[in-house]
């Protein structure tokens, strides 16, 4: 079946400008994350959505990132007036079940360069 | 919280060589700990996991590590590398029977076989 679907592949933008990143999870996955990988970093995890809820958003940097969810499927994730360190490739994973022993998979991500 | 130290942002092997690419975590809870692994130009996905039992846990592709509580350690182990095998290795701890559900990520190693 098909996986995690991100879109575009790949965005360039320039500073100040919004951007909007699609994610489609696997069908019947109710979980939904956000993580961002940034050049030489690791993972940071961004929001996590159960449903079209998001219990836990503690990973969003600032204001300028928000994010939904809705039909408990389909996320986009949207970065208001970008600056050059939002610059990385953002990536969402899906899982199935209620508990943390579910393991994730993963899109290919969106890269984002912000000129 | 939560923290995912690997030694190695680098390991260079020969094929047909034992590889071991280290991991140490810190945590105040239980935790469930998974390998994941990044092809190039691919997204990640789940190579092994650990969540209860036996310490020593099997994956795909012939890798398998060993969860060692005393030492907080999570290595990732496989006997005889070949040059498939070139990727980028992350470990990752999630809280075990706690309502967060976010994964941490360690910074990830390289691992580079050479023939």
């Known amino acids: 079946g098909a996986g995690v679907s991100q879109s575009p592949s790949n965005k360039v933008t320039e500073k100040g400008k919004d951007v909007e990143l699609r994610c489609d999870p696997i069908s019947g996955h109710t979980a939904l994350y956000w993580y961002r990988q940034s050049l030489g970093q690791g993972l940071e995890f961004l929001i996590y959505f159960q449903g079209n809820s998001a219990p836990d958003k503690s990973g969003l940097p600032s204001d300028r990132f928000s994010a939904e969810r809705t039909g408990g499927s389909v996320s986009t994730l949207t970065i208001q007036r970008t600056q050059q360190e939002d610059s990385a490739v953002y990536l969402c994973?899906?899982?199935?079940?209620?508990?943390?022993?579910?393991?994730?998979?993963f899109g290919n991500g969106t890269r984002l360069t912000v000129t | 919280a939560q923290s995912v130290t690997q030694l190695d942002s680098q390991v260079p092997v020969f094929e047909e060589a034992p590889v071991e690419l280290r991991c140490n975590y810190s945590s105040s809870v239980s935790v469930y700990l998974f390998w994941y692994v990044q092809y190039p130009n691919q997204g990640l996905q789940l190579l092994l996991k650990y969540l209860s039992g036996s310490t020593l846990v099997k994956g795909i592709n012939g890798f398998e590590a060993e969860f060692n509580k005393s030492q907080t350690s999570f290595h990732l182990r496989k006997p005889s590398v070949h040059i498939s095998d070139t990727a980028e290795y992350f470990c990752a701890v999630s809280e075990a029977n706690t309502g967060r559900r976010a994964l941490t990520f360690g910074s990830g190693t390289r691992l580079q076989v050479q023939p």
């Open positions: 994973a899906s899982s199935a079940g209620q508990g943390n022993n579910s393991p994730l998979h």
